[in-house]
């Protein structure tokens, strides 16, 4: 699914150079969850970015589903990002204009898919997150976690494969965080690879494997066997969650 060798990536200033990731080795097979774990500033959300296809790398290789992503134009990789892979911000990035079913709708527009087929995945995502009656009201008429519940339908809603996750949790309480990593479970367990950047060391923990980042390197990777699973249409038999 991601396969990541020998990656660098460095930063530049008008004096000086600061190297966030050095000499990265990441295999990320379809269907694991993975959480990236580390200190503030060790390079887990350039790696996350990079993953994502949000920032070129400065060497080594990066294949992403079989293709080799390097070679790739900007537009390329826009469309390569926006068929494969859904993102999740601990900000939840949802727009406060638009109605919760239009912000799920909106990258589905921009993909140029046509309105009644982005409506049924929409409100089908929207069911498996367990806010179908939260449909018409506006992103500050919803709790954090409700936010949150609705940025993960916004993701699962393209039906990616890979679904980057940048501290997910990282705005919520303590009861409403173990409902986003349960939601994140069940999302994994039909089918969806997860890799997910996280502080909270017991949700990291949670995950299937855990790959720790210090200093830019690769200081610890668990790799707990996971085994792949292989669906044509990952979400297919993902079943409602109730949660208030």
Excluded: C, W
Aim: net charge positive; no cysteine; glycine share 6%.
């Amino acid at each position: 699914m991601l396969l990541m060798s020998q990656i660098t990536k460095s930063y530049t200033t008008s004096t000086v150079e600061t190297r966030a990731l050095s000499s990265i080795d990441l295999h990320v097979r379809q269907g694991e969850f993975v959480a990236l774990s580390g200190p503030s500033g060790s390079g887990k959300t350039t790696l996350l970015n990079i993953a994502g296809l949000l920032e070129p790398t400065d060497s080594g290789s990066y294949h992403l589903d079989g293709r080799d992503v390097s070679s790739l134009s900007d537009r390329q990789r826009s469309r390569l990002r926006s068929e494969l892979i859904g993102f999740i911000f601990q900000g939840f990035n949802l727009l406060p204009d638009l109605s919760v079913l239009d912000n799920i709708e909106l990258p589905l527009r921009l993909r140029g898919v046509k309105s009644a087929e982005r409506r049924a995945r929409s409100t089908k995502a929207l069911a498996t997150v367990g806010l179908s009656n939260r449909a018409s009201h506006h992103p500050a008429q919803l709790s954090g976690g409700q936010q949150q519940r609705i940025a993960i339908a916004r993701a699962i809603a393209g039906d990616p494969k890979l679904i980057l996750a940048d501290e997910p949790t990282g705005n919520l309480d303590s009861a409403m965080s173990e409902q986003i990593m349960e939601l994140l479970r069940e999302i994994n367990r039909a089918g969806t690879t997860i890799v997910m950047v996280s502080h909270d060391v017991e949700h990291a923990r949670r995950a299937a494997r855990r790959v720790v980042i210090r200093d830019g390197r690769i200081q610890n990777d668990s790799a707990r066997a996971v085994p792949a699973i292989d669906v044509a249409h990952p979400m297919a038999t993902a079943m409602p969650l109730a949660m208030t």
